[in-house]
């Protein structure tokens, strides 16, 4: 079946640390992948994505690259703000489906 | 921007009360979902519905239902809520139909609901 795994939190950093938070997927076919970030009492936010392997989605400073021979889409940030502090979920789209499959979240907290 | 609004951010609700948490999005979108949150499980789907009057069940449908008699309207129920039922409720909507290869989803910002 189709499953998203990301690793558990809190990451705890100080400010323009170096930030990776992993996931991993298992899907049959060619998905999509995004991560989704949600701040203090939001709801989620997109905040990019990749459609196809090798593909690198950005979006303020965060970056992920679509590897398929190793099912991952990690996240990374060269140098992590306090305003950074959120919870990051890593979703999966299976193709040709309506049903986006998240991972449990990972809590960020960055401190200055 | 797309919204998506969700009409109450903070309930708090009786065991066995009839609840509606109310989704409005204003783009026009096909497609509308219910998702809830809850720590440790991340977010899990409901109820998704492609059209007026359609409605799929997601992972975790029972003891909940769904209403979509406006395209713009999306409405989860519960019909004799229970204390497991406390949870954060998700309510998301996207465009298009499929294949949804790269198609965003747009959230709303949560309803909390407590049940006692």
């Known amino acids: 079946g189709n499953s998203v795994t990301q690793m558990e939190g809190p990451v705890t950093l100080s400010e323009e640390a170096f930030l990776t938070i992993n996931c991993t997927y298992t899907?049959?076919?060619?998905?999509?992948l995004f991560w989704y970030v949600q701040y203090p009492g939001e709801g989620l936010q997109l905040l990019l994505k990749?459609?196809?392997?090798?593909d690198k989605g950005s979006n303020k400073g965060f970056e992920a690259t679509y590897r398929k021979e190793t099912t991952s889409f990690h996240l990374e940030k060269g140098s992590v703000q306090v305003s950074d502090s959120a919870v990051y979920f890593c979703?999966?789209?299976?193709?040709?489906?309506?049903?986006?499959?998240f991972g449990t979240g990972t809590r960020l907290q960055v401190f200055p | 921007d797309v919204k998506v609004t969700q009409s109450s951010r903070y309930l708090v609700k009786r065991t066995g009360e009839k609840v509606f948490l109310e989704c409005v999005q204003d783009?026009?979108?096909?497609?509308m979902f219910w998702y809830r949150q809850d720590p440790g499980l991340g977010l899990r789907l409901i109820y998704f519905?492609?059209?007026?009057?359609?409605?799929e069940k997601g992972d975790i449908p029972e003891g909940y239902s769904v209403s979509r008699e406006k395209k713009e309207r999306f409405s989860l129920i519960l019909e004799s809520a229970s204390t497991n039922q406390t949870s954060m409720y998700l309510c998301?909507?996207?465009?298009?139909?499929?294949?949804?290869?790269?198609?965003?989803?747009?959230f709303g910002e949560g309803s909390w609901l407590t049940v006692v």
């Open positions: 519905s492609y059209d007026v009057k359609m409605k």
């Open positions: 783009m026009d979108h096909e497609n």
């Open positions: 979703a999966l789209l299976p193709y040709n489906t309506d049903k986006l499959i």
């Open positions: 998301a909507s996207r465009p298009g139909r499929a294949p949804f290869s790269g198609n965003t989803i747009y």
């Open positions: 990749a459609t196809k392997a090798d």
């Open positions: 899907a049959t076919g060619y998905p999509s």
